[in-house]
């Protein structure tokens, strides 16, 4: 997927040498503060692979699907390197930010699972609508075991 003829909207992009990562507002329809954080706001796991409901998941996974050469159909994708998804992850400034519980439809918190979404200094990849997106949504565990990093909003 190529980038011309994307929209330029990139919410949360900061230029120069003081850029860092801002909060995006959450949808508080969609997601809560969760009662306590524990280590999962403190870190960001990228070594361990994580299991959810079963599954494997963890970096390999999300690189898997959203990396500039994943093949899986209507995903965002990152238009930076896997190393440079990595650092990003490892950003004090990132990891640093609140972090949420994601509600299910029906209502429904899933405790066990925080969601950070925050835009970086600069265009990161393509949301699944196929803009360029500079936002970066990280799913960890309760342990701040990564499950899932993608391009956009979740």
Do not use: W
């Amino acid at each position: 997927m190529g980038l011309s003829g994307l929209s330029d909207e990139c919410p949360g992009v900061k230029a120069g040498k003081e850029a860092s990562a801002t909060q995006i507002p959450v949808d508080e329809n969609r997601f809560v503060l969760p009662d306590i954080p524990r280590v999962a706001q403190s870190r960001i796991n990228v070594a361990n692979v994580t299991h959810d409901n079963g599954k494997v998941r963890g970096f390999k996974y999300a690189m898997g699907k959203h990396s500039i050469n994943a093949t899986i159909p209507n995903k965002s994708r990152f238009v930076i390197t896997n190393d440079e998804v990595k650092m990003l992850l490892q950003r004090s400034d990132i990891v640093n930010k609140p972090v949420y519980n994601p509600i299910q439809i029906g209502g429904k918190v899933e405790v066990d699972k925080f969601v950070r979404q925050v835009g970086v200094d600069k265009i990161i990849g393509i949301d699944q609508s196929g803009r360029k997106t500079s936002i970066l949504a990280i799913i960890a565990d309760k342990k701040g075991n990564l499950i899932n990093t993608f391009p956009g909003k979740l």
